[in-house]
């Protein structure tokens, strides 16, 4: 059972060190991006109640009191 060589060792530590940067920095993006968050949550509601809406034949009532 032989030892990995010094070099690559370091080489992993060093690649280890690069992976741990980036996500702190993908971490840090996002929670300071409070428009962003806000505009994808009041995305995510908006589709939520049309799908609800949808699925309860609500949209089907109101187009048929409108009329054609």
């Given amino acids: 059972m ?3 060589p010094r070099g690559e060792q370091e080489e992993e ?4 060190k690069r992976h741990e940067k980036q ?3 993908w ?3 996002w ?3 409070p428009v962003g968050t806000f505009v994808w949550a009041t995305i995510s509601i908006w589709a939520g109640l049309v799908l609800l809406a949808a699925n ?3 949209l089907m009532e109101v187009a048929q009191r409108r009329g054609p």
């Fill in 2 to 4: 032989s030892e990995r």
């Fill in 13 to 16: 530590k060093e690649e280890e």
């Fill in 23 to 25: 996500e702190e920095s």
């Fill in 27 to 29: 971490e840090e993006k």
């Fill in 31 to 33: 929670r300071h991006d």
């Fill in 56 to 58: 309860t034949e609500y």
